[in-house]
């Protein structure tokens, strides 16, 4: 009966061997067509291109949050220029803003091991935005090395990291949701709302109120076209910010159904980046519906 069980033994393990070295055997000697590798090829650049423009990609929508809103002085500060004190990095990582490990030297990573970075010190923010390391934010920066403008990339709101080397600073994960992010926060940073108020017919202290009632990863992407800032019950309107990963084959991929994932892409960067580009949807025009896309 032993002889019996090991001879089976034998036999099974002798089978998987064969097994598997047939399909290495028939793996190797696959090939793709010169068609196939064409296409693969296009497949990976497409989305090393996507990658690319999901991150850095501000669609010059710092002629907004710069050049309108100002929020690039209330970041360097006034000793550096702008006004107010200064966005330290403390500052920005209690907003939620992330920094890329990845994109830091390794002097400086190191230093922040050690301690040695003065995290209250918007110079050192001034300095990761030199090394392109904020997640979704862009500084622009004159020849003398002031900062000029800033603009904002799907990264802002759909990237986090995974906190290697301290809370807010590690290497990037593409596409989740940053629910630490205080977008209306940030954005009340700016010392000019006028832009805000003259869309909505309020004043700028109405719109400050607004986007600090919004809190930690949410957002009202319907605020510029209904001018509905809260609910019937009181509460915020701003909604969860949703992932940016997942979503193949799914159309109507939004909290509220908006549209498909391109129609979501084209919409955000337009109208909530503010972008410079053309965006069409006819049922904006329901003026019942949404009064301030209507005008």
Same mark, same amino acid.
């Given at each position: $009966?032993?002889?019996?069980? /090991?001879?089976?033994?034998?036999?099974?393990?002798?089978?998987?061997?064969?097994?598997?070295?047939?399909? #290495?055997?028939?793996?190797?000697?696959?090939?793709?067509?010169?068609?196939?590798?064409?296409?693969?090829?296009?497949?990976?650049? $497409?989305?090393?291109?996507?990658?690319?423009?999901?991150?850095?990609?501000?669609?010059?929508?710092?002629?907004?949050?710069?050049?309108?809103?100002?929020?690039?002085?209330?970041?360097?500060?006034?000793?550096?220029?702008? /006004?107010?004190?200064?966005?330290? =990095? #403390?500052?920005?990582?209690?907003?939620?803003?992330?920094?890329?490990?990845?994109?830091?030297?390794?002097?400086?990573?190191?230093?922040?091991?050690?301690?040695?970075?003065?995290?209250?010190?918007?110079?050192?923010?001034?300095?990761?935005?030199?090394?392109?390391?904020?997640?979704?934010?862009?500084?622009?920066?004159?020849?003398?090395?002031? !900062?000029?403008?800033?603009?904002?990339?799907?990264? *802002?709101?759909?990237?986090?990291?995974?906190?290697?080397?301290?809370?807010?600073?590690?290497?990037?994960?593409?596409?989740?949701?940053?629910?630490?992010?205080?977008?209306?926060?940030?954005?009340? !940073?700016? =010392?000019?709302?006028?832009?805000?108020?003259? !869309?909505?017919?309020?004043?700028?202290?109405?719109?400050? #109120?607004?986007?600090?009632?919004?809190?930690?990863?949410?957002?009202?992407?319907?605020?510029? *076209?209904?001018?509905?800032?809260?609910?019937?019950?009181?509460?915020?309107?701003?909604?969860?910010?949703?992932?940016?990963?997942?979503?193949?084959?799914?159309?109507?991929?939004?909290?509220?159904?908006?549209?498909?994932?391109?129609?979501?892409?084209?919409?955000?960067?337009?109208?909530? $980046?503010?972008?410079?580009?053309?965006?069409?949807?006819?049922?904006?025009?329901?003026?019942?519906?949404?009064?301030?896309?209507?005008?």
């Amino acid at each position: $009966m032993n002889h019996r069980k /090991v001879l089976v033994v034998l036999v099974t393990v002798l089978g998987c061997a064969l097994l598997f070295a047939q399909q #290495k055997r028939t793996v190797s000697s696959f090939h793709l067509s010169r068609p196939d590798k064409a296409n693969l090829r296009n497949a990976v650049h $497409m989305v090393n291109q996507g990658r690319q423009v999901f991150r850095f990609d501000t669609f010059e929508d710092q002629t907004f949050w710069g050049d309108a809103l100002k929020l690039h002085q209330a970041i360097e500060g006034k000793k550096f220029g702008g /006004v107010g004190p200064g966005l330290s =990095p #403390k500052a920005a990582l209690s907003l939620g803003l992330k920094v890329d490990v990845d994109a830091l030297p390794a002097s400086l990573v190191e230093q922040l091991k050690q301690g040695q970075v003065n995290l209250d010190d918007p110079a050192v923010t001034l300095a990761l935005l030199k090394l392109d390391s904020v997640l979704g934010v862009t500084g622009f920066f004159k020849p003398d090395g002031s !900062l000029q403008s800033v603009g904002i990339q799907c990264a *802002l709101c759909h990237s986090t990291v995974d906190n290697s080397l301290t809370q807010g600073i590690g290497h990037r994960l593409d596409g989740w949701a940053n629910r630490d992010l205080n977008v209306g926060d940030i954005v009340s !940073l700016a =010392p000019d709302l006028q832009p805000f108020a003259d !869309l909505l017919g309020v004043d700028q202290a109405a719109v400050r #109120k607004v986007l600090q009632s919004w809190g930690p990863g949410h957002f009202d992407a319907e605020l510029i *076209l209904d001018g509905k800032a809260f609910r019937p019950d009181g509460k915020t309107s701003a909604v969860l910010i949703p992932p940016a990963f997942g979503l193949a084959g799914v159309n109507l991929h939004t909290w509220t159904g908006w549209g498909s994932v391109t129609y979501w892409n084209a919409f955000v960067a337009n109208l909530e $980046m503010h972008g410079k580009g053309n965006f069409f949807d006819s049922r904006l025009d329901n003026a019942a519906q949404f009064p301030i896309a209507a005008k």
